[in-house]
């Protein structure tokens, strides 16, 4: 149980796109969800946490305008990387906490690998 | 600050031996730790999650220790297999549910 579906999992594009990256709690209802970034030989980076029917909170230094995010319901958060450029390039991991609080384990994606040229 | 810090950034081992992570951390108040296992190119899983009051447990091989009183976690790896070559993180959530990430050990399993 608690799988959670992130798609794609490889995106290629051009510099300039607008990239749309899909987390889906499949057996599950997840209030929250959260979304994470994470270079090379490095620890995940929390980018912003993501609650079902309203505004997402961003760590500091990420750029709510650069990465949309909406949580339109219990089982899908979405990420746009709007306007992507080469460092943007990244490795994204989604997550969702079971509806229940902290204790409860976030399960992960197994995430999308951004290459923009 | 609140910190987590893994020992040793990487290890190799030959298949079959034992071996041991470490985990220190500096996050206060304290709610959980829990180890992660992440294979390249995936996201990470869940291998065990302990509270303050909890000393050690097991999830098939993989054993992991908590001392609250020094703030320090290992995880031990019994009799390991190929499958186990993976990256470990250790993950301290405070009181307030922030996740405090390790930055991980990279373990390789010769044959």
């Known amino acids: 149980g608690a799988v959670v579906s992130q798609h794609p999992s490889r995106v290629i594009c051009k510099s300039g796109t607008s990239v749309k990256i899909e987390c889906r709690s499949l057996d599950f209802q997840a209030t929250t969800m959260f979304w994470y970034r994470q270079f090379p030989k490095q620890s995940l980076m929390l980018m912003a946490t993501s609650n079902e029917g309203s505004k997402a909170t961003y760590e500091q230094g990420v750029e709510k305008?650069?990465?949309?995010?909406?949580?339109?319901?219990?089982?899908?958060?979405?990420?746009?990387?709007?306007?992507?450029?080469?460092?943007?390039?990244?490795?994204y991991i989604c997550s969702a906490r079971v509806t229940g609080g902290g204790l409860q384990p976030q399960h992960f994606g197994d995430g999308t690998r951004l290459s923009i040229l | 600050k609140n910190q987590v810090e893994q020992s040793p950034q990487s290890l190799i081992i030959l298949e079959g031996k034992n071996c041991t992570l470490q985990c220190n951390y500096t996050v206060s108040p304290f709610s959980n730790l829990r180890w992660y296992k992440q294979d390249t190119g995936r996201g990470p899983v869940s291998?065990?999650?302990?509270t303050f009051s909890e000393n050690t447990k097991s999830n098939g091989r993989y054993t992991a220790t908590l001392d609250a009183d020094t703030k320090q976690s290992s995880l031990h790896i019994t009799a390991s297999q190929l499958s186990d070559s993976a990256s470990y993180i250790c993950v301290v959530s405070a009181s307030n549910y922030q996740l405090i990430w390790g930055a991980g050990t990279k373990l390789i399993i010769k044959p």
């Open chain 1, 65 to 91: 305008d650069k990465f949309l995010i909406n949580h339109a319901s219990l089982t899908l958060s979405t990420l746009t990387v709007t306007s992507a450029h080469p460092e943007d390039s990244s490795f």
């Open chain 2, 47 to 50: 291998l065990t999650i302990m």
